[in-house]
């Protein structure tokens, strides 16, 4: 008898796990908000300043999106973050101020365990980068950029709707610098962004 109670119990939770498995699955019409911490890595040689060196410095922030499964693993999703300060420098110029940069990306992502019952979700996407600049230097302004970019990243569910969030992105970013309107240089950038935090799904 106490076999058969150890059986059962074992059955019971099985289906337990079995269904609250299943219940994590990645189908289409979900939709998720994201929230967490990024680092972005600039790297160097970021540009020209009357044709002295630019280097654009990394920065960290928070950062937050929005997104929707069109199908089971083909999903839409609207990312963005607070404004992120850059410092400045020049080679011979050294520090000469900071700049914010403002990221929105539109991205469509692909899930290979779409569809499947498996607690860890992982995704690659790819799509459109829109950057604004603010807060440059007295006379200075740097326009808007419009490019590429690529992430991949990885949701593990805590609860059904819980999930822990980690990303890698890479974007294309290039504008021009202006200086009392007039062109002296460019700032040419391609960010490697890091981030984690949280996911919560619908």
Known sequence: MSNMKLISAAVITAGFALASQAAL????????????????DTGSGNGNVDGDSLNVQSARGFTFGAGYLV????????????????DLNTASAGDIGSVDR???????NYYPM?????????YVGAGLNYTRFSGEPADVSIDESYGIIGQAGVDLAVTQNVMLNGYVSY?????????????VGEVDMNPVTIGG??????
């Not at 403002?102 to 469509?108: A, C, T």
């Open 114 to 122: 779409g569809g499947l019952d498996s607690r860890v979700q992982p």
């Open 102 to 108: 403002l990221p929105i990306n539109l991205l469509v």
């Open 171 to 183: 974007a294309d970013v290039s504008a021009d610098i202006n200086a009392n309107g007039v062109g």
């Open 71 to 86: 199908t089971d693993k083909v999903g839409l999703e609207l990312n963005s973050s607070e404004k992120f300060e850059h």
């Open 197 to 202: 935090g949280v996911t919560y799904r619908f």
């Open 25 to 40: 699955a990645y189908n289409a019409g979900d939709i998720f908000v994201r929230g967490g911490v990024a680092q972005t």
